[in-house]
């Protein structure tokens, strides 16, 4: 069986599905800690893990330039040999908060909560260098496919392609990353080389990498074509086109609130009349959290978070944001003992999350970023 090797994983975390395995940790552990621990990082596979030896490892790039270029081939104590850079990047499923886009009308895809995301510190060699040196040159209309070593039962490894211009971007800071948080991967993360896209959709970041190819066209693979793209919410399975569909690559806002979990009895402060709530919000493509907001009265009053972020430049900036708020609770609410929390960040870009899911549904339940909305009992 292919599965017989598959590795052990932490008993907290969820399986949306075991067979390949998927799933998150429990959200309310998830804002504790600004670098999610590995074991608990969530985990999105399509494919039965493969079991790679790290003496046998060996990575091919393949820079194009046709027939006079041979593919430079790497392994694995060459690419530790090269110039190790860092990163701290939050690395998001497109599917990331699914499950509250199922709630206005079924879609298909793994049920995700809020934990399809985790945040780490992932060290490597830089992409743009390896390119560089094998004479890649800037390119607008060329893509840089990744394959790993996961194959499909067709033997199709399973591919994405990212633009060569955020691969070749010293500022895009795309690595073969081998560790991440200072320990080597692990191997549902991808051991022993996962290529990380910061600011980019999970799907991009491939596990396993196995082959690096410059191309003059997107990878032909199910993920990059048929799958992890956006629709209008009136497309349905009769008239999706996904030819017609650009793939997902930066993604847009978003946050969710962490604690306290729905549903939750949730004291109220004596002294002042407050409740703390705390959470995460990311944007892609390197843009900054500049602001959290919470309400908890429908959006009449505003209160702004307090943001725990990396001091990165903005453009730069590929780590999430944790972020407490301390919420005034009203007599009203305190006599029904119950309040609806909502959540919306503000990036670089004052780009805002939407409010409700209606107008951004897609039958994939993908780029699932509108407020989040939590309802607890007060006590
Ligand atoms: N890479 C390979 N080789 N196989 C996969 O199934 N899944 C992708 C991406 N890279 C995948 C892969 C998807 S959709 C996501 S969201 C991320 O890996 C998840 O990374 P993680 O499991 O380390 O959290
Ligand atoms: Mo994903």
């Not at 060996?58 to 790497?74: M, N, S, Y």
């Not at 934990?115 to 800037?138: F, H, I, M, T, Y």
């Amino acid at each position: 069986s292919p599965w017989a090797q598959e590795p052990k994983r932490h008993a907290l975390l969820k399986p949306a599905s075991k067979r390949p395995f998927n799933a998150e940790p429990p959200i309310g552990l998830l804002a504790e800690k600004f670098y999610t621990p590995n074991e608990l990082f969530y985990v999105r596979n399509h494919l039965p893990v493969p079991v790679l030896a790290p003496e046998e490892y060996e990575l091919e790039i393949d820079a194009g330039g046709g027939e006079q270029k041979e593919p430079l081939t790497l392994t694995l104590a060459q690419i530790k040999a090269l110039p190790k850079h860092t990163v701290t990047a939050a690395i998001m499923c497109g599917g990331n908060r699914r499950s509250e886009m199922t709630s206005i009308k079924a879609v298909k895809g793994l049920s995700w909560g809020a934990g399809a995301v985790g945040n780490a510190k992932w060290s490597g060699a830089r992409l743009c260098d390896l390119l560089r040196e094998q004479g890649v040159q800037p390119n607008e209309s060329m893509h840089v496919i990744f394959e790993g070593a996961d194959l499909d039962p067709t033997s199709h490894p399973y591919g994405a392609s990212i633009p060569l211009s955020k691969a070749l971007d010293p500022r895009g800071d795309v690595i073969l990353a081998y560790e991440m948080n200072d320990n080597p991967l692990t191997r549902d993360h991808g051991y022993p080389i996962r290529v990380i896209v910061p600011g980019t959709v999970g799907a991009r970041n491939v596990k396993w990498l196995t082959r690096i190819v410059v191309a003059d066209h997107e990878s032909d693979s199910h993920w990059q074509q048929n799958d992890y793209k956006g629709f209008s919410p009136s497309t349905d399975w009769d008239t999706v086109d996904f030819g017609k569909a650009d793939a997902i690559q930066a993604m847009p806002v978003t946050s969710a609130i962490c604690t306290p979990l729905p549903g939750e009895r949730v004291k109220v402060n004596p002294q002042d009349g407050y409740i703390t709530v705390r959470g995460y919000a990311w944007s892609g493509g390197g843009r900054k959290i500049l602001r959290v907001d919470l309400t908890g009265d429908a959006g009449q009053t505003w209160h702004v978070a307090e943001l725990e972020q990396e001091d990165a430049p903005d453009g730069r900036h590929y780590g999430w944001s944790l972020w407490t708020a301390r919420l005034p609770i009203t007599k009203d609410q305190q006599e029904q003992e119950q309040v609806e929390i909502w959540a919306k960040a503000v990036d670089s870009a004052y780009n805002v999350q939407p409010e409700k899911f209606e107008h951004i549904w897609n039958l994939r339940g993908v780029l699932a970023n509108a407020y989040h909305k939590v309802k607890v009992k007060l006590a």
